[in-house]
């Protein structure tokens, strides 16, 4: 080899130490230390991949490991031995394995004091895993069979924004302010695809973003969102909602942006409310739409800078309702771009 290329080879070394932002005898320690299941890029050398090897365990984790990434394997067990010295960890993807949450061994994951990514779906947990580490931003349980929310589960998690519950078995009695206590700074929660009959209880105010579509709700409180003030997305695409189950002033919330209501059972359209910039309503009953009856606003005071409803899209396909869209609905709705019938 040249000289040339040899200060080449220095130098990328060197570089990726940099960038990494780790001591040269670290790198080396941690790329001797990789598992021989699992590939340890040196380029990448905080990162360990050991997905889609057929594991049926967890390897030794080397100790500076950030990032661990263990999907479509066999695992079956979240074994506190293997991560014992993995106390760096920031990341892990243990999605499309066999754990079980009896499988999930006492005192493994709150073990990370830096663990902010936790992805778990598809496995074969019956509830949300515990204790947690109060580092925790993000936690992923899709397409479990999870059907209990421990009582304080989320209790110190003050730093999770993002829980997605989706695809599991949670009912009514499952979604509690006592089950979500503690999780006063989340921003998004998915509940879609579960077996709940009601409007969740106990969400915190802090929720921008709700989804709750493929559930069995037929009916949203009086005053139910009053507690939830920055809602600005929220799906309940495919439920069974009536029109009789939707009080007239249900959505009358300043910061909502996004309403998704496809494939109910509402014979009529909701009360819009002036803020709201996207409204899906395909695949309802509603047979009509009128501007007089939906208009937020008195159309003749409308002023074009404050009091003009902000809607641009409009979704009515999958109705009984006839085109073309009234005359009044457009001149209520000025800044529509897109209407779908």
């Excluded at 003030?229 to 009789?244: D, E, I, T, Y």
């Excluded at 695949?283 to 009856?293: A, E, F, L, T």
């Amino acid at each position: 080899m040249s000289s040339n290329m040899v200060l080449l080879c220095i130098v990328s070394l060197l570089g990726m130490v940099l960038s990494q932002d780790m001591p040269y005898d670290e790198l080396m320690a941690q790329i001797q230390a990789c598992p021989q299941q699992c590939h340890c890029p040196p380029n990448f050398p905080r990162a360990v991949y050991c997905d889609n090897k057929g594991l049926k365990s967890i390897p030794q984790i080397p100790p500076f490991t950030w990032y661990l990434y263990l999907q479509n394997n066999q695992i079956q067990v979240l074994s506190a031995d293997a991560l014992r010295n993995a106390t760096q960890l920031r990341w892990i993807n243990l999605s499309r394995n066999k754990i079980t949450s009896e499988g999930v061994e006492k005192g493994t994951l709150d073990a990370m004091p830096r663990l902010e990514h936790l992805y778990m779906d598809d496995n074969l947990l019956s509830w949300v895993p515990f204790p947690l580490p109060a580092s925790l931003e993000r936690l992923s349980l899709c397409r479990n069979r999870i059907s209990k929310i421990p009582d304080g589960v989320f209790l110190g998690l003050d730093k999770l924004t993002l829980l997605d519950l989706q695809g599991n078995k949670l009912m009514d009695d499952a979604v509690t302010e006592v089950s979500l206590k503690g999780l006063s700074n989340l921003v998004q929660i998915n509940l879609a695809k579960n077996q709940l009959s009601s409007m969740p209880l106990g969400l915190p105010p802090t929720t921008t973003q709700l989804f709750l579509d493929g559930n069995n709700i037929d009916k949203i409180p009086v005053n139910y969102f009053k507690g939830l003030p920055k809602v600005a997305f929220l799906r309940l695409n495919h439920n069974k909602l009536g029109s009789s189950g939707i009080p007239q002033n249900a959505f009358n919330i300043s910061s909502i942006l996004d309403l998704q209501l496809s494939h109910n059972l509402l014979t009529e359209v909701p009360l819009i409310p002036p803020g709201l910039e996207h409204l899906y309503l395909d695949h309802n009953n509603i047979k009509s739409v009128s501007g007089s009856n939906i208009c937020p606003v008195d159309v003749e005071t409308m002023t074009a800078n404050d009091s003009t409803p902000r809607l641009r899209y409009l979704r009515l396909d999958g109705n009984n309702i006839e085109p073309p869209i009234p005359r009044d609905v457009i001149l209520c709705f000025r800044l529509l771009r897109s209407i779908v019938i």
